[in-house]
């Protein structure tokens, strides 16, 4: 019997895995967007996987500022693409995530 070969990420140190959301093509007030501006915004994306945070030189753990199933924005050209299981995903720094959405 075949075994399931499904891959899953698990990031380092202060690495975030992510899955980047699609991009919004109507503004706030329903102006529809052209496909290049929509896809040159900032990225939503949520946080599929983080790593256990960086270590400093002290040798203390600092803790991950964002935890798995929150939605993130993050500059569109953050981190590295990333295809697993024939799925996209983004490894960022958890320093290049800007803000997360609540």
Not at 2 to 12: A, G, H, R, V
Not at 65 to 78: D, H, M, R, S, T
Request: charged residues 25%.
């Amino acid at each position: 019997m075949p075994q399931s070969t499904t891959k899953k990420i698990l990031p380092t140190a202060d690495y975030v895995a992510l899955k980047e959301q699609k991009a919004e093509e109507k503004s706030a007030g329903g102006i529809i967007l052209p496909g290049s501006q929509a896809k040159t915004q900032t990225a939503i994306c949520e946080v599929i996987a983080v790593g256990p945070g960086r270590m400093t030189p002290a040798g203390v753990r600092v803790d991950m500022p964002v935890a798995v199933g929150q939605k993130v924005i993050c500059e569109k050209y953050a981190g590295t693409e990333v295809e697993v299981d024939g799925e996209k995903y983004i490894l960022a720094k958890a320093t290049e995530i800007v803000a997360v959405i609540e």
